[in-house]
Nanobody, 120 residues
Framework: QVQLVEAGGGLVQPGGSLRLSCAAS????????MGWYRQAPGKKRESVAQIFSDNSSGYADSVKGRFTISRDNAKNTVYLQMNTLKPEGTAVYYC??????????????WGQGTLVTVSL
């Protein structure tokens, strides 16, 4: 069993910054891809950023240059630094990890979501 626990959401004014974190726990051998997704009210969940085992990363066009994804493999944790936040960034943010467990299986695991509200 693997669990992801997210932290760092909240209310921020337009132009402000927030840092999200997501820590994995359980019977983990290694974690390959880590990512952040978001779902705004009335919209489909979308990919925000991903970081791979070689530390390469990719971003949605809407957040390029403003968001930075990083990982700490020793802590099984992924971070999302969000700068210059815009009102359209209001959403529930979910982390996702592909986790290799003791049986050799690869599990796709999701966090519970953390709400980010960008508003005056």
């Amino acid at each position: 069993q693997v669990q992801l626990v997210e932290a760092g959401g909240g209310l921020v004014q337009p132009g402000g910054s927030l840092r999200l974190s997501c820590a994995a726990s359980g019977s983990i051998i290694m974690i390959t891809t880590m990512g952040w997704y978001r779902q705004a009210p009335g919209k489909k969940r979308e990919s925000v950023a991903q970081i791979f085992s070689d530390n390469s990363s990719g971003y949605a066009d809407s957040v390029k240059g403003r968001f930075t994804i990083s990982r700490d493999n020793a802590k099984n944790t992924v971070y999302l630094q969000m700068n210059t936040l815009k009102p359209e960034g209001t959403a529930v943010y979910y982390c996702q990890m592909n986790v290799v467990v003791e049986s050799g299986r690869i599990l796709e695991v999701w966090g519970q979501g953390t709400l980010v509200t960008v508003s005056l």
